[in-house]
């Protein structure tokens, strides 16, 4: 059952040959997801052999230039492919009339619906869910208003033991109530516990996408003991005082929140251009955090 | 004296990993022009090493999406690089608010000021020139409103040979006026004609960029004997019908503009996605127009 987060890019505001600026591919279950659209990521989406037109939810986290400009491209793209299936897109109100000044642009109407939900930045809100997942937003302290994401599988039924159907000569219409943890009742009145024939399901995994932020202790809050964190770093700590003034994160905050957090994995990105190299992130990273991994266009993490 | 087109993007309205959308820099005589700015172009002119900070002015030629696209994160990155002189783009009015609305969602003002000046789509007009160029726009026939651009180089003035301002005792003050074109009449008032003591300049030389358009004899008449046409070829001529129906060119189209129009060299591109490979394309120019050159990413074609 996958769960895997591509990277379509891990640079910040001007992108470069070797980073491109905001977006990421999620598949969870078979649902696809993109998490802002940077200019160029139809291009990163098909350099990364995404499944692009598979995409059916778009999550913009806010309206600064490295993570949205490329989303006209990419829906006319869809619509000049030939896609007719309605996509719905997750991001600040004021996008839904760059999308529609930018296509009238054009001339041109898209030949598949799109829908835009505003997202809540005051307080954490469910924004989609289906039968296998949920996709909350939560606000992040940026210099204008900006969301993350949180993708959580929902929890799974138990797994019933094959070898105690025959056993006890269980009916298809008993294994509903014992994969939702039922005992069971035997036809010559034996009960039998669930524990004994079931097995704990695989647990639910969970990813939080955190960029653009200051450190953050509602941050930490949100994001508590998810499996994957990908979390900003778009400074170096000698920059501090810089990451504060424009509300990002040092690489040593970010894994700080981590910690805090306890989350299983953290993982880092949206380096200022100024970093060809990252030693110094892992200096900063390794003593606060051990399970980490810097990003780069086209990591793949699977959960 | 420089004049060199760089192709930072030869494709069409889908761009692929081998071919970016429209864009095109030009450098002529020191002045740093960009045409068109499909998503990407940013990174296209750090890719081929254009002096992308130097550019003043920037010339689109209609508003489809791969024609304009990455123009709002080239001027957020001209602004988050410091650029503090101002910028001239020559383009479709309804750009203006698609700018505006895009750059207010940033909630950020540039650091320079940019002015937009409407295209003319009825007629031929010299929408810039200084001391040693001229630009015009004219139109194009295309689905909606679509203008080509006309590079060229003002004529010069006369050379004169070094060797005769000695012999003649030519002062300063003397020498504008042979540059236009007078006889010198000496201190003993011998008339030398002009021709001995001059040379003709190297002819200016001119660049046309058409893209995008159906065949029309009004192309023709616009870009008559230039040095370098660039001309947009979409489709090849089994497509001939669907080239019409979009308003795009054949190849075999575009070379008979070329050689209606009696230009020095004829370079092909706007290539649909569907076309991996171009011998088609060479197979329907070659008969018509021989000096030509099929466009690909990163081609320097120098006049």
Not at 201 to 215: E, G, H, N, Q, V
């Amino acid at each position: 059952m996958r769960f895997e987060v591509t990277i379509l890019g891990c640079g910040s505001a001007v992108p470069t040959l070797n980073r491109s600026a905001s977006a990421q591919y999620v598949n969870v279950l078979e649902r696809h997801l993109l998490i802002d659209c940077a200019e160029g990521t139809q291009l990163q989406l098909r350099r990364y052999k995404a499944k692009f037109q598979k995409i059916d939810h778009i999550f913009i986290s806010h309206l600064h230039g490295d993570h949205f400009l490329g989303l006209v491209g990419l829906l006319s793209t869809f619509h000049l492919l030939g896609r007719t299936r309605p996509i719905r897109i997750y991001a600040p109100e004021k996008l839904r009339d760059i999308i529609d000044l930018t296509l009238h642009g054009f001339n041109n109407k898209l030949n598949f619906e799109w829908q835009l939900r505003n997202l809540n930045f005051k307080n954490k809100e469910l924004i989609f869910e289906d039968n296998l997942i949920e996709v909350h937003s939560f606000p992040l302290k940026h210099r204008i208003d900006c969301c993350g994401f949180l993708i959580q599988e929902k929890e799974r039924e138990r797994n019933i033991k094959k070898d105690k159907i025959l056993e006890h000569n269980i009916s298809l219409a008993d294994i509903p109530d014992l994969k939702r943890g039922a005992d069971f009742t035997a036809n010559n009145g034996d009960v039998i516990s669930n524990a004994e024939l079931t097995e704990d399901p695989l647990p639910a995994r969970s990813y939080a996408y955190c960029s653009d932020t200051m450190y953050s202790d509602a941050t930490i809050v949100a994001v508590r003991n998810v499996d994957v964190l990908y979390h900003e770093a778009t400074f170096t700590s000698d920059l501090a005082s810089r990451a504060k003034k424009t509300y990002h994160s040092t690489a040593k905050q970010a894994a700080e929140v981590a910690a805090k957090a306890e989350v299983g994995k953290l993982v880092v990105g949206h380096y200022s251009a100024r970093y060809k190299e990252l030693d110094k992130f892992e200096e900063e990273i390794s003593p606060v955090f051990s399970n980490y991994v810097l990003a780069e266009d086209g990591l793949k993490i699977k959960l």
